[in-house]
């Protein structure tokens, strides 16, 4: 397997946007869920949403709710709309994928190396 690869990160203010892609090396397939963490200093990595392939449901944490969007896009890519962004928010971002209803991080498979979101005050 070959990992996902993340980018859009960047460092904005609060109440900006930005938007994270997660690209697939080839078609995801529909069996496929593919969830979004993040991981802040001297924190543990934290579920922030997923999205199944098949179906496109969704599911988000309660951080973010309200704010984030996942989705779907092409065959091979899940981006990651962040809207009304909090310094709360700055963290490593990172997805993978998985077959199971779960937002366990030891679920997830082919990691990819994550993109570095920053939000000042």
């Known amino acids: 397997q070959v990992p996902l690869v993340e980018s859009g990160g960047g460092l904005v203010q609060a109440g900006a946007s930005l938007k994270l892609s997660c690209v697939a090396s080839s078609r995801i397939y529909s069996s496929k869920i593919i969830g979004w963490f993040r991981e802040a200093p001297g924190k543990e990595r934290e579920f922030v949403a997923r999205i199944r392939w098949s179906t496109g449901v969704t599911v988000y944490a309660d951080s973010v709710k309200g704010r984030f969007t996942i989705s779907k896009h092409r065959h091979d890519t899940v981006h990651l709309q962040m809207d009304n962004l909090k310094p709360e928010d700055t963290a490593i971002y990172y997805c993978?994928?998985?077959?199971?209803?779960?937002?366990?991080?030891?679920?997830?498979?082919?990691w990819g190396q994550g993109t570095q979101v920053t939000v000042s005050s």
């Open positions: 993978a994928d998985t077959i199971d209803a779960s937002t366990s991080p030891g679920s997830y498979r082919n």
